[in-house]
């Protein structure tokens, strides 16, 4: 952040540098700091507020489809890894290690993921189809070695995430699960954070090592990048097989499981960030903001009778909107201006201000102000409850809304190649096209263009029309697929 780090309020457009913008806003918001360890971050209060706001709603969907929680641990074997080949050959340069202490020992990673771990257990745990489904979830933390550059909540050697892995009877029950759950994630990042996302599947060069297909929910950032936010595999029943795994039949006899897992993390705070926040800082949508309403008092210390009558009235307004389930927070320092209050809970995202004074005071009205679009509204104290609570729904819909409007604004339909590298690497658009579907294929896209790849097969319109053929190398096209850059 150079020069400009001391500085209060945001110093940069966010259209103008996005990257140093979303640096500032993390920083200056207090969701996060960077830590003294290499490539960490420290989540401050107001950041983690969130992600338990995600995990209380997430907990509460898994609940009602009786998925449960559990917690294993950090450490796993290394011969655990070599159990199952893809997938020790895609973790491989991402594990970090743990050398023996004593001769003898055997060496530990620092959890990448946790199937392996989890699935010695399930080994022990699995005997018959009447222990099937096996449906575990854990909330843990994540180590990937192999990063740099961190960027808070987007990439980081540490990340908070929750992991799901379920055991099957049969495939048709892990390939509803895998739908199932990567339609919850849609479901938690459109309802609860207002972010537009699209369902599709993996190609093979990109699925998960070790899964027979992988769904992925993409968001699409206002750069034009789309974000990974959360992934359900089919994982087969090579991770059953590698583990030993069996199960007794209905048939008496013994059969190796199908097995799922899916997945997000603390990413979805970065998409949170990109997608909602402005030149002001954050924009939070109501739902997942854990202040609703600030009250700011218009005081002027030259008038302390009428003060005292305009902050008692507050206090009684805070009440009366804590009494309806809101969340508020009432601004009476003394030591600063009405308009520095402002600027601080526009930089916070709190998505309703409430400000009132003492010609307010006296006409039984208050002023409320959009954090989303600035909108003032005049309103009648005698119907502030509900005015509120309809502002927060509206605010609410209008960013999911605005979000949307912004993706479909940047995706296209290119005819030729040159359209495609053009749109992509200059315009910031996401591409979808025809594709053969080969992974060499991808591999010199990603080549020519800088780092363009594919992001998805989207769910439900993937197949392409009769005698298609693949935008890059001409041959049949298998797939329509959603080309982008990415973070």
Request: aromatic share 10%; with cysteine; hydrophobic share 35%.
């Amino acid at each position: 952040m150079g020069k400009n780090k001391n500085q209060i309020g945001i110093t940069v457009k966010k259209n103008d540098d996005i990257v140093e913008w979303y640096s500032q806003v993390v920083l200056k918001s207090e969701l996060a700091d960077y830590s003294a360890v290499k490539g960490c971050a420290v989540i401050r209060p107001l950041g983690y507020s969130l992600w338990q706001g995600i995990m209380d709603y997430f907990n509460d969907r898994l609940k009602i489809l009786g998925v449960k929680n559990a917690y294993f641990p950090l450490f796993i074997p290394e011969s655990f890894f070599y159990r199952e080949a893809d997938h020790v050959e895609g973790f491989a340069p991402e594990v970090a290690w743990i050398e023996r202490k004593s001769e003898g020992e055997e060496r530990v990673a620092v959890r990448p993921t946790s199937e392996t771990i989890m699935y010695d257990s399930y080994s022990k745990w699995i005997r018959s189809y009447r222990d099937l489904p096996l449906r575990i979830n854990q909330w843990a933390n994540i180590v990937r070695w192999e990063v740099k550059d961190v960027k808070i909540f987007l990439r980081s050697r540490e990340f908070l995430w929750q992991e799901g892995h379920c055991v099957y009877e049969t495939e048709e029950e892990c390939d509803h699960e895998a739908e199932l759950m990567i339609k919850e994630y849609k479901r938690l990042s459109e309802d609860l954070l207002a972010i537009p996302v699209v369902i599709g599947k993996k190609s093979e060069k990109e699925k998960f090592p070790g899964a027979k297909y992988t769904y992925t929910i993409e968001a699409f950032m206002p750069d034009g990048k789309a974000l990974q936010s959360g992934t359900s595999h089919n994982l087969g029943t090579g991770f059953a097989k590698a583990f030993d795994i069996k199960f007794k039949g209905r048939d008496e006899k013994d059969h190796y499981p199908w097995q799922s897992s899916w997945g997000f993390s603390t990413r979805l705070l970065g998409a949170l960030i990109m997608t909602h926040g402005d030149d002001k800082g954050l924009v939070l949508p109501p739902k997942i903001s854990p202040t609703k309403v600030v009250i700011v008092p218009i005081i002027n210390k030259k008038y302390p009778e009428q003060n005292k009558k305009v902050l008692e009235r507050s206090q009684e307004i805070k009440k009366s909107l804590e009494l309806a389930g809101l969340s508020v927070e009432l601004d009476d320092r003394e030591e600063y201006s009405p308009g520095f209050k402002f600027s601080h809970w526009e930089l916070k995202g709190v998505p309703l201000r409430m400000e009132f004074g003492p010609r307010d005071l006296e006409n039984n009205s208050a002023i409320l102000v959009k954090r989303n679009n600035n909108e003032k509204i005049t309103v009648s104290l005698d119907e502030l409850v509900e005015k509120v609570k309809n502002l927060l729904d509206m605010i609410q819909n209008e960013l999911l809304e605005h979000a949307r409007q912004e993706v479909d604004s940047r995706t296209v339909n290119p005819q030729t190649y040159d359209e495609f590298v053009k749109a992509t690497t200059q315009d910031g658009c996401l591409a979808i096209i025809n594709h053969c579907g080969d992974a060499l294929c991808e591999d010199e896209i990603k080549a020519e263009t800088g780092g363009v790849t594919s992001r998805c097969r989207p769910m439900g319109d993937d197949t392409p029309s009769k005698g298609a053929v693949c935008l890059k190398c001409g041959k049949p096209a298998k797939y329509k697929i959603i080309f982008s850059r990415n973070y």
